[in-house]
């Protein structure tokens, strides 16, 4: 290392050497910025996944409820068919008993949950200093966590309802108080086993609905066969028509189980991302959150070919 | 909200209806004619509906409406108790039929324990 006193002939040394030290510094100074920047673009991918999959899973919900609209229309409009005086009428609103409105919300918060706190990390990443939730957003988590206070969250397996709602609140409860956390691995290891859980309630509802799907696809499925007789018997090839009609119908009117094992896939993928969080030093490319974009735009892909 | 047993017992029913349905709907795939197809397809959708009913009782999360929808459970289920011998009338093979009956059956022992 150059002295830095002495000018002269050896003055230009010295402005080289503080050059070079100024130079160690600024780049010094890049490379942390850069592994800051690297983590905030690791996080923002980790929420967008998540935003992603919530987006994916209620589309799913709303299929569900929608197959019951349409299984009860069609067991109405195969019975008029047959001739037995029923009302038919072709506006009729639905009302869903299998999963309700009601239920749906809760759903839809438990869904909230897995949100707010993917926008709790990135606000975390963000480094600025409004890391606070919005106003919306702190009633939202409030509202939830009063919720699980209660025990609203009802698991589909008696037991483990206990579990969930406390699992709800302590993830609440990181929302509320984000700012604590100097470290985004600090706090997605703070709550991965309560994701856990949620994720895990989420699943189970996805294969119980997956029972009822299945089987409104079969009961029209098997409607559609019943008339396609009839209609081969009176049109003869003519009737060919009408079963590529009943065949692109079915398709597209009832979602595949399929959709709700892609969707399960995802969820799989969003805790195994969260876990990949808690234990990086650093953002950059990590795989598991590339594995919860891709399986999250299979989700959207298989949803939006049902529609 | 339902208990684990009852839980149980209404996730074995479902399971047990599922699989009378799927044999009802082989049935109907194989099916030649409308009068045998919407024989069978009304037989399917006379249980699909018990399997509808078992779907709502599974999401309830308060104690009395779980009750109430327990015991139009058990009503609805005591009607299918006289299908027995309309489904060895329409399935007509003799083995299909008891295999459909006894899926029916063991469902209605699961909803009688509710």
């Given at each position: 290392?150059?002295?830095?006193?002495?000018?002269d002939?050896?003055?230009?040394?010295?402005?080289?050497?503080?050059?070079?030290?100024?130079?160690?510094?600024?780049?010094?100074?890049?490379?942390?910025?850069?592994?800051?920047?690297?983590?905030q673009?690791?996080?923002?991918?980790?929420d967008?996944?998540?935003?992603?999959?919530?987006?994916?899973?209620m589309?799913l919900?709303?299929?569900?409820?929608?197959a019951?609209?349409?299984?009860?229309?069609?067991?109405?409009?195969?019975?008029f068919?047959?001739?037995?005086?029923?009302?038919?009428?072709?506006?009729?609103?639905?009302?869903?008993?299998?999963?309700?409105?009601?239920q749906?919300?809760?759903?839809?918060?438990?869904?909230?949950?897995?949100?707010?706190?993917?926008?709790?990390?990135?606000?975390?990443a963000?480094?600025?200093?409004?890391?606070?939730?919005?106003?919306?957003?702190?009633?939202?988590v409030?509202?939830?966590q009063?919720?699980?206070?209660?025990?609203?969250?009802?698991?589909?397996?008696?037991?483990?309802t206990?579990?969930?709602?406390?699992?709800?609140?302590?993830?609440?409860?990181?929302?509320?108080?984000?700012?604590?956390?100097?470290?985004?691995?600090e706090?997605?290891?703070?709550?991965?086993?309560?994701?856990?859980?949620?994720v895990?309630?989420?699943?189970?509802?996805?294969?119980?609905?997956?029972?009822?799907l299945?089987?409104?696809?079969?009961?029209f499925?098997?409607?559609?066969?019943?008339?396609?007789?009839?209609?081969?018997?009176?049109?003869?090839?003519?009737?060919?028509?009408?079963?590529?009609?009943?065949?692109?119908?079915?398709?597209s009117?009832?979602?595949?189980?399929?959709?709700?094992?892609?969707?399960?896939?995802?969820?799989?993928?969003l805790?195994?991302?969260?876990?990949?969080?808690a234990?990086?030093?650093?953002?950059g490319?990590?795989?598991?959150?590339?594995?919860?974009?891709?399986q999250?735009?299979?989700a959207?892909?298989?949803?939006n070919?049902?529609? | 909200?339902p208990?684990?047993?009852?839980?149980?017992?209404?996730?074995?029913?479902?399971?047990?209806?599922?699989a009378?349905?799927?044999?009802?709907?082989?049935?109907?795939?194989?099916?030649?004619?409308?009068?045998?197809s919407?024989?069978?397809?009304?037989?399917?959708?006379?249980i699909?509906?018990?399997?509808?009913?078992?779907?709502?009782?599974?999401?309830?999360?308060?104690?009395?409406?779980?009750?109430?929808?327990?015991?139009?459970?058990?009503?609805?289920?005591?009607?299918?108790?006289?299908?027995?011998?309309?489904?060895?009338?329409?399935?007509?093979?003799?083995?299909?039929?008891?295999e459909?009956i006894?899926?029916?059956?063991?469902?209605?022992?699961?909803?009688?324990?509710l």
């Amino acid at each position: 290392m150059y002295p830095l006193i002495k000018f002269d002939e050896r003055g230009i040394k010295v402005k080289t050497v503080l050059f070079l030290i100024a130079t160690v510094f600024l780049l010094s100074g890049c490379a942390g910025m850069g592994g800051f920047t690297q983590m905030q673009d690791t996080v923002a991918k980790f929420d967008q996944g998540v935003h992603s999959a919530s987006t994916a899973q209620m589309s799913l919900f709303h299929q569900v409820q929608a197959a019951e609209c349409n299984r009860n229309f069609y067991k109405l409009a195969f019975d008029f068919a047959q001739g037995e005086k029923v009302p038919l009428d072709l506006m009729a609103p639905c009302t869903n008993t299998e999963l309700t409105d009601a239920q749906f919300e809760i759903r839809q918060k438990l869904l909230a949950t897995i949100t707010l706190y993917a926008d709790a990390l990135q606000t975390l990443a963000s480094g600025t200093d409004d890391t606070n939730l919005s106003a919306n957003s702190k009633n939202l988590v409030t509202n939830i966590q009063n919720l699980a206070k209660q025990q609203g969250f009802t698991a589909v397996t008696p037991s483990n309802t206990a579990a969930l709602n406390t699992a709800v609140v302590a993830i609440t409860n990181l929302i509320l108080n984000h700012v604590r956390y100097k470290e985004i691995r600090e706090a997605a290891s703070a709550v991965q086993p309560e994701l856990t859980t949620v994720v895990a309630e989420l699943k189970a509802e996805n294969l119980n609905d997956v029972k009822g799907l299945a089987s409104k696809k079969e009961t029209f499925a098997n409607e559609c066969k019943t008339a396609i007789l009839s209609a081969r018997d009176s049109k003869h090839v003519a009737s060919f028509l009408e079963i590529v009609e009943a065949h692109n119908n079915l398709q597209s009117i009832f979602p595949s189980p399929q959709n709700a094992d892609q969707m399960n896939k995802a969820l799989d993928a969003l805790v195994a991302a969260n876990q990949s969080l808690a234990k990086a030093k650093n953002g950059g490319a990590i795989p598991e959150i590339s594995d919860l974009i891709s399986q999250v735009q299979r989700a959207v892909a298989l949803a939006n070919s049902s529609k | 909200m339902p208990t684990l047993d009852q839980q149980t017992n209404l996730t074995n029913a479902i399971d047990a209806i599922r699989a009378a349905e799927k044999v009802l709907k082989q049935q109907i795939d194989a099916a030649n004619d409308p009068a045998t197809s919407t024989n069978l397809t009304n037989e399917f959708n006379k249980i699909d509906s018990l399997l509808s009913q078992l779907l709502q009782a599974q999401n309830l999360a308060d104690d009395a409406s779980f009750t109430n929808a327990t015991a139009a459970l058990q009503s609805h289920a005591n009607t299918l108790k006289t299908d027995e011998a309309k489904i060895k009338r329409i399935v007509g093979d003799v083995k299909i039929a008891a295999e459909v009956i006894s899926y029916i059956t063991q469902a209605l022992a699961f909803i009688a324990k509710l």
